[in-house]
């Protein structure tokens, strides 16, 4: 297919006007978007088609939302089997350009490709050469930092050169990156960001390791929108209740709830061997779960030193010492097995102290179910 036509007839008149006023910020777009265009159109032959670039340069300028349509169509016509290079790589001249009416214009034509339902090629093109640190970053549409990490995540294939300054990422990698993405999201009823999702509980806090999760189907993707690129990736909201459907086990959130001790008190118990514990996966996420019926026992048998404190009004600081220089020895803690905090048996606590008054709270703690 040939080049888009162009929509403008007073070429000339627009140039001619553009020499004499010296417009110079005008002047640089209409240069920046003829650079963009050029290997996007692959005009490169007779001084004709050069000439017919120049009018689709000048359309641009002048009429954007005009031109994007007609060099979405051209991107889309050249790959009628669908597209072996995504979209974003293809427009990577317009992204990365250092003009910002160039960068918008490539906006303006990823939002055709997009409203036009593009579809990638069965199988995908190699594409040779590589792109700077800059130019792969606007292809992804994020950062240098995290196209960066991305890297270093092996989620990219790339280096630093001999000075060890300049990146160079594969464009095959940037490709297959992008179209890998893009077959793998599906229609998630709730999709929330990335990166929102990285600051939810849960063992994902970062874009490259949900990207990662993505690609193992770990995580399930409610993929990106095209003019915006990975910053506007999305995922598949955590439930909030993740163990809601298992009727045999509690979270560790809930029983840190019940014990009136923050998470990390728990997982420390876990760990010491205090509080018996499992693995389980739901949704992709592997999830710590204690048995309904050892939690109840843990509650019944056991309590935390800084809960038991609340609980008569005494003060958190120094309980544990206090408990302890009564004779009482905890089974957990931080001069016991390196715990969060001091874990007491609450019939050690009995028979050792009345003084504490701890026999009437049995009853008044709340069971977990």
Known sequence: MSAPETIDTDVTAFVMELATTGDQKVFAALDALFEGLLPILDKVGSLAEQHKLVELAVSGIRRPESLAPLVANYILDNECGGLSVHPRITCQPLLASRNTVVQEFGVLVLRELGIRGWLPASSLEEVSGQKGIREAAAVLGLTEDLTKKLVHHNILCGKRNKSGHAWRIENSSLNRLLMDLENRKSVVKDAISVFLYGKTPGPRHSLAEAISDIIAGALV???????????????????????????????????????????????????????????????GR????????????????????????????ASVTNFAEKLMSTGIRPVSGPKIDGGLTYIFLRQDLEAGSSSFQVGSLRSSLPRIR
């Open 221 to 283: 993707s409610g993929g990106f929108d095209l003019a915006s690129g990975l910053e506007s990736l999305t995922v598949e909201a955590p439930a909030r209740k993740v163990c809601a459907h298992w009727d045999d086990c509690v979270t560790v959130a809930e029983l840190a709830e019940r014990c009136n001790v923050h998470s990390e008190n728990i997982r420390f118990a876990i760990k010491a061997g205090v509080i018996p514990a499992e693995k389980r996966v739901t949704n």
């Open 286 to 313: 592997k999830m710590t779960v204690i048995d309904v019926s050892d939690a109840e026992k843990f509650e019944k048998d056991y309590i935390f030193a800084g809960s038991l404190a609340r609980q008569i009004g």
